[in-house]
């Protein structure tokens, strides 16, 4: 069973920056793609950015120029740097891992961890 763990959420003033942080445990030997969503009450859960194994990221809209992300195989863990934060950014994130092949020789699909809220508040 593979397990993500995100860390780094909390509250920061217009303009800040935060990392979150997002651990992938278990019995893993690949992470194919590693993203982060997010959602807010009410609403549907949107792209934040997806990173691949070999580098390869892709932004949602509303976070392009701002957000960036990044991963570290070795340690199974993606990363999502947000800077010039704004309001509308106030959202509880996911992290989101895709097509993991086990030690069991098993591939998993659309895994996701528990969420870290993100608030933006002067």
């Known amino acids: 069973q593979v397990r993500l763990v995100e860390s780094g959420g909390g509250l920061v003033q217009p303009g800040g920056s935060l990392t979150l942080s997002c651990v992938a445990s278990g019995n893993i030997i690949d992470i194919d793609v590693m993203g982060w969503y997010r959602q807010a009450p009410g609403k549907q859960r949107e792209l934040v950015a997806t990173?691949?194994?070999?580098?390869?990221?892709d932004y949602g809209d509303s976070v392009k120029g701002r957000f960036t992300i990044s991963r570290d195989n070795a340690k199974n863990t993606a990363y999502l740097q947000m800077n010039s934060l704004e309001y509308e950014d106030k959202h509880v994130y996911y992290c989101?891992?895709?097509?993991?092949?086990?030690?069991?020789?098993?591939?998993?699909?659309?895994?996701w961890g528990q969420g870290t809220q993100v608030t933006v508040s002067s």
């Open positions: 990173v691949t194994s070999t580098g390869g990221s």
């Open positions: 989101h891992a895709d097509r993991i092949l086990s030690g069991l020789r098993r591939y998993l699909y659309d895994t």
